[in-house]
């Protein structure tokens, strides 16, 4: 009986394969033992066992012996001997030269010569193209390390030199970066194609602003002489545009440098198309240095994103392709996994694959040498070590306290996550805070992109153990120092209110907090300590005044006891105005301090809130209130991107960034539960909507698709169709009131009519391109004969859509001054509100859809208002920001809004926002992966607490929080 030989393995090469076919013809053969082959063949049973052991190619000799032994073909397997031996000799070659030239650039950016590796960006290279046939002036923006730099010169200036794009002949493009000298940067690259010496042109560059201009008339004259083709062009491709402000300090020749782009491409008889690669964080500012510029970056802007899953998996397989090896596909998932949908993380992925290809396994890129290497978290923790050692000791300090401010703390089980930052929050204009910004985010460790900033990838957070250190060593102070910076973020988005500033005993926690060398202000949090610290001193001196001349009085009133009983009812007033000051401010203290509390301490924040509330009544412990009764509804792994009700308030759909959506039941608004996870989703959810019936659900994903659901049964939905049109991310969608017309909004700058009365069969009816940039949101009048649609072309468009089959635009709404983000209607029809990254609300009157009016700005957020939604009486406006907070105003005077309530507890941006059929609940969806449900209806707060209070406060947690109070509980 034949012995049990070690299996082959499943790695696939010439070996393996010749070995595994030794053995099927020793089993053919009946499988005799090794010893019978040894006895046959005259050789050992070692040699002949290891001939088919699939490590080694076994001599030709041994080949011979052992096919004779088991009475094969002696020709035919020599001829496969020699076949086996030449193509591992080919491999080895080819690993050989691939040692030398590995097809992954690593942290640096892909040249020109290295677009045969530049992979995954094929489809938004064909799009620069095509506009840069239509443009002569056009803007690559996107946050750093989204691969603008390779785009631009592996994609569109290879594509140029290599005779692929229309109008610009291969030797006729010029590729350039500002450094601190622009002039003189341009004049350099010019030179080289007209033969003079850069100093000659540098000099007609500063004395002509046509000089550029001029120029290019000259060299496409030349190379009409030369080839008989008209129509040529000059390309000019400036990358890191950013430069121009970042680097360049002299002013004037900023200006000239500006003023020679804007004469060329401006020029009536222009020979010159100029492509600039820009930083988002950076837009702008440039936007307002020129006109021209602002011009081509509202209309003429090519926005690179995070790649997609797809993306991903051709730039990790396809560079090893190119020098014969491959890339396992659990390596290929693992990195899809750690980088897709990620801004800023390619040069991290480059750089982790260089790493990883050294330690392949023959022609084989494997996962486990991925892991080896540290994978990105290895790349991301090794830079940052280097960056922090390269840093002064003033510097590193800063470098700190600025991903500190990056990093969402984590609540309970929950980890630490990433947290996205106005640039506001910072102090940019200290010199050295924005030599550290500039440091991290040229080694990719923060991305920057308009005015946000986060950290590039979560392995900062969690692998690098500086940062994990200096997380774990004061929490308790880091989330204090965070109140601080939300604080003060308030009280300067409402004009410095006195009432925001801190009291007592907060205010003796911060200032502890201050005393720390660790900790770092920006001036605002400075002004906001120094504003509280003087107000507090200033009610102090006050009250020790009032006191000291109340008791004054109380004595002078004691002696007059006898002549007037008024005493009594003077020194009662003035124990009052006395106990109500004080009242108050430990009411307000006692409120921040319930909201601050751990989701898992719910009942108790919960009755601390009442209580706070029922000793001193005001807006401040009301929203407290309102704030602590909120239900956390958790189930996301990331962030909630959309959120809606069914129109009988029964049922929720989420969807989200994790590409799930879910139906939640809300039956029982204090406690949410899953109903169904919808399946077949295979990238970023942005966006869903029910049908007035509640039947058909539509479900709008980055993969440009638009699924419909039959949800009669939410228990078990069922996908009716795909539609599938757009050519971008569907970001919005919304069903008529009458169910048969659904629209949807896209980042391809274009809104959809679709046809969904039979869904199973839903057609396209309309394709509406009134839009210059991505369509952020659309919305039916309450009587669906109307549609609003928001753009980040700044502005708001009215069609007419009672023939959906041709919509009609009736008018523009323009009055922000950034992307407008979010448009509702009001129950009436008569109103409109929309919600911009210029952080405010805006109020419209369309009564008259062709000549709408602004009504009024509402101002109170601190960062972008990402949703609006009316209450069903429309007597209320939700608003939902960046800022993490969710802001009710009172529209009695839609006029004059008025603030009603701040409702605060989400940890990440609130996406979206949406009141309950019935008012009196309001949803909000974040980042944070999280959807709470908000009790609006102030009449049923003191029931719902006492309904969660468990247990009741104990009189040790009532004197802690109310000292000096008698034991009161809120519960009994």
């Known amino acids: 009986m034949a012995g049990k030989e070690r299996p082959l393995g499943t790695v696939d090469n010439p070996i393996v394969r010749f070995a595994s076919d030794l053995r099927e013809l020793r089993k053919s053969a009946g499988n005799p033992a090794y010893r019978e082959l040894s006895r046959r063949a005259h050789y050992s049973t070692g040699a002949l066992s290891d001939a088919a052991g699939g490590r080694k190619l076994p001599s030709l000799a041994v080949t011979v012996a052992y096919v004779q032994a088991c009475g094969g073909d002696p020709t035919r397997w020599e001829q496969r001997w020699h076949q086996v031996s030449e193509e591992i000799r080919a491999q080895r070659s080819l690993e050989q030269e691939s040692d030398a030239t590995p097809p992954y650039v690593g942290p640096a950016a892909f040249r020109v010569e290295d677009a045969d590796l530049f992979f995954g960006r094929e489809g938004i290279v064909d799009s620069l193209c095509e506009k840069v046939s239509e443009n002569r002036l056009v803007a690559v923006v996107g946050p750093s390390g989204s691969g603008k730099t390779s785009l631009l010169r592996a994609g569109l200036v290879h594509r140029a030199r290599a005779a692929r794009l229309d109008g610009v002949p291969s030797d ?38 046509r000089a550029l201009h001029l120029t290019a008339l000259h060299l496409t004259a030349l190379q009409l002489a030369a080839d008989r083709r008209a129509g040529q062009e000059l390309l000019l491709v400036v990358d890191q545009f950013e430069e121009l402000f970042s680097r360049c300090q002299d002013a004037d020749e900023r200006t000239r440098f500006l003023r020679l782009l804007s004469e060329a491409v401006r020029a009536a008889n222009s020979r010159v198309r100029v492509v600039l690669g820009l930083r988002g964080d950076f837009a702008e500012r440039c936007a307002a240095e020129d006109p021209v510029l602002s011009e081509v970056l509202r209309e003429h802007q090519v926005r690179v994103g995070p790649m997609t899953a797809e993306e991903m998996r051709l730039a990790v397989s396809k560079p090893a392709g190119q020098v014969g090896c491959r890339v396992e596909t659990a390596l290929v998932s693992r990195v899809v996994a750690d980088a897709a949908d990620r801004p800023g993380v390619l040069p991290l992925v480059s750089q982790a694959m260089a790493q990883t290809w050294g330690g392949r396994r023959g022609n084989v890129v494997t996962l486990a040498g991925y892991t080896a290497a540290g994978g990105i978290a290895g790349v991301v923790t090794r830079t940052a070590d280097a960056v922090y050692a390269e840093l002064s000791p003033d510097q590193r300090e800063r470098a700190l306290h600025l991903l500190l401010r990056l990093v969402e703390l984590g609540q309970g089980e929950s980890r630490d996550g990433k947290r996205r930052l106005g640039a506001a929050e910072l102090d940019l204009d200290h010199p050295e805070t924005s030599a550290v910004l500039e440091t991290l985010v040229r080694a990719r460790l923060v991305t920057a992109d308009r005015d946000v900033l986060e950290v590039s990838h979560e392995a900062l957070i969690h692998c690098w153990p500086l940062l994990r250190q200096r997380l774990a060593e004061d929490r308790a102070a880091l989330r204090l120092h965070r109140q601080l910076t939300e604080s003060s973020a308030v009280w300067e988005s409402l004009d410095r209110d006195p009432d925001v500033l801190y009291r007592g005993n907060r205010l003796a926690l911060v200032r502890h907090l201050v005393a720390s060398p660790e900790t770092v202000l920006t001036s605002r949090e400075r002004a906001f300590l120094e504003n509280s610290v003087a107000a507090w001193d200033a009610e102090r001196t006050a009250v020790r005044r009032q006191a000291r001349r109340l008791y004054l009085l109380i004595g002078a009133l004691v002696a007059m006891l006898c002549l007037t009983t008024t005493t009594s009812v003077l020194t009662v007033r003035a124990e009052q105005a006395i106990a109500e000051q004080r009242n108050s401010a430990l009411a307000e203290k006692v409120a921040q301090e319930a909201v601050a509390l751990p989701a898992g301490e719910r009942g108790l924040a919960a009755q601390l809130s009442l209580g706070a509330y029922r000793l001193a009544p005001s807006a401040k412990t009301r929203d ?54 919808l399946a077949g989703q295979t990238d970023v959810i942005a966006s869903v909507a029910f049908s007035r019936d509640g039947r058909l659900l539509a479900t709008g994903c980055r993969d440009h698709s638009v699924r419909l659901w039959e949800v009669g049964d939410p228990r078990h939905p069922v996908l009716l169709r795909t539609l599938t049109g757009h050519g971008d991310l569907v970001f919005s969608m919304m069903f008529s009131p ?18 969904v009365s039979d869904p199973a069969h839903a057609t396209e009816l309309a394709t509406l391109t009134g839009h210059a940039l991505n369509v952020k949101s659309v919305r039916f009048s309450p009587d669906g004969r109307t549609l609003a649609t928001s753009s980040d072309d700044h502005t708001v468009k009215l069609w007419d859509v009672s023939t959906p089959r041709r919509p009609v635009e009736l008018s523009s709404l323009v009055g922000h001054g950034d992307f407008v983000a979010t448009v509702e209607f009001s129950p009436d029809g008569r109103s409109v509100a929309t919600g911009s990254d210029d952080h405010t609300v805006k109020l419209w009157d369309v009564s008259d859809l062709r000549h709408p009016s602004l009504l009024s700005t509402i101002t109170g957020h601190t960062d972008v208002v990402d949703a609006v939604a009316f209450s069903p009486v429309g007597h209320t406006l939700a608003s939902a920001s960046n800022d993490h907070t969710v802001r009710l105003w009172d529209l009695s005077d839609p006029g004059h809004p008025r603030p009603s309530s701040v409702l605060m507890g989400h940890t990440g941006t609130v996406e979206a926002v949406a009141f309950a059929p019935d008012g009196q609940t309001l949803a909000s969806a974040s980042d944070d992966h999280t959807v709470r449900l908000w009790e609006s209806d102030s009449t049923r707060l003191e029931g719902t607490v006492c309904a969660i209070a468990h247990p009741t406060v104990s009189a040790t947690q009532w004197n802690q929080y109310f000292p000096g109070l008698p034991y009161q509980p809120p519960c009994r």
């Open 172 to 209: 006729l493009v010029v590729v350039l970066a500002p450094g601190s000298h622009p002039l003189e940067e341009c004049a350099t690259q010019l030179a080289a194609l007209v033969h003079r010496s850069p100093r000659e042109v540098l000099t007609e560059l500063r004395a002509d602003p």
């Open 624 to 677: 407290a209130l309102v704030s602590t009764l909120s239900v956390q509804v958790v189930g996301h792994a990331q962030g909630v991107s959309s959120v809606t009700w069914r129109a009988d308030g029964r049922v929720l759909a989420t969807g989200s960034l994790d590409h799930t959506v879910k139906l939640w039941s809300v039956s029982d608004r204090q406690r949410a539960t899953v109903l169904s996870t």
């Open 738 to 755: 009458d169910g048969r017309t659904l629209a949807t909004g896209s980042y391809d700058h274009t809104a959809r009519l679709w046809d």
